[in-house]
């Protein structure tokens, strides 16, 4: 009896929760990665439609095994993923997430660092659509749906925001042409995307913010995501300028008004958390 309670106790804890969820849930996706693209290999689709596929095929995956792991671990209803507002979390999410990309954007603009070299047609969106929208739901899932709400349970909003934050932007230091700059972008994106969770409680609002914020920047600016190769997106454009304002190879997310817009955003959200009493308190047990 001693035995089975001090394991449960072992299971219940933050720490565990968050280990465990983690390796399923990156195993799921792994594998499933691995098995789509062979199957999808077999088919005569076309290569860009065979990644749009695979990334819904994942997408799927990803929030089945989201929702099936808390449901049976946590044994309750899954609110963050729940269909109640779902059109209007997505709708909200993508429109501000557009909306904050084409300031930094704008910006770049108006110093005359942007330029446009051609239109290509709406096909051309297809890879980075497929693309945005399989790493908005891994990483929201991953980063606000595992570790900030379960870190949140026990330390309350503000630490687990900035702890989530901090692993965010940590995990951006792999990609090419990281600096410091972009790494306190991305970081503040982290405070961005957490304080979305807050401010509605579920998942589907950060995943259309930043699947927005990321698919605006390459599908429809034609610039640079992450650090990562460009892809073709529906404009192809030259951005050339000083690092601080264009991003450099990073993209514009690397860009210092990149970091005051993502940081202007999330002081409105937490505002907005206060006045409807969204933000959790630490646990005193």
């Known amino acids: ?3 089975h309670t001090t394991k449960q106790k072992i299971l219940n804890l933050t720490i565990t929760k968050i280990v465990l969820a983690l390796l399923i849930f990156m195993a799921v996706v792994v594998i499933g990665q691995q098995i789509a693209s062979k199957l999808l290999a077999l088919t005569p689709l076309d290569r860009d439609y ?4 695979k990334g819904i095929l994942i997408s799927t995956a990803a929030v089945s095994t989201y929702i099936f792991l808390f449901k049976k671990y946590e044994k309750r209803s899954i609110n963050e993923f729940s269909g109640k507002g779902l059109v209007k979390n997505l709708i909200m999410g993508s429109a501000i997430g557009f909306a904050l990309q084409s300031l930094v954007i704008l910006v770049i603009y108006i110093n005359g660092y942007y330029q446009i070299t051609a239109v290509n047609p709406v096909s051309f969106i297809l ?3 497929a693309l945005m929208f399989t790493v908005a739901i891994i990483e929201e899932i991953l980063v606000r749906g595992i570790i900030f709400r379960l870190l949140e349970e026990k330390l309350g909003s503000y630490l687990a925001l900035a ?8 995990l951006h230091l792999a990609n090419p042409n990281s600096n410091f700059l972009s790494t306190l972008c991305i970081t503040t994106a982290g405070f961005l995307l957490g304080s979305a969770f ?10 259309a913010l930043h699947f927005a ?15 990562n190769e460009k892809t073709t997106g529906w404009l192809t454009t030259e951005i050339k300028g000083p690092d601080i304002i264009t991003g450099g190879a990073f993209g514009p997310e690397g860009s210092i ?3 005051v817009i993502c940081l202007m955003a999330t002081v409105f959200l937490l505002i907005l958390s206060h006045r409807n009493n969204q933000i959790i308190a630490k646990s005193k047990k």
């Open 50 to 53: 065979r990644n749009l596929l």
């Open 127 to 129: 890879i980075p659509l």
């Open 213 to 227: 914020w990321n698919f605006t920047q390459s599908g429809i600016y034609g610039a640079i995501t992450s650090g």
């Open 1 to 3: 009896m001693e035995t």
């Open 198 to 207: 807050i401010y509605r409680r579920n998942l589907w609002f950060p995943i």
């Open 163 to 170: 702890i989530s934050s901090l692993i965010f932007g940590g």
């Open 257 to 259: 008004q990149a970091t």
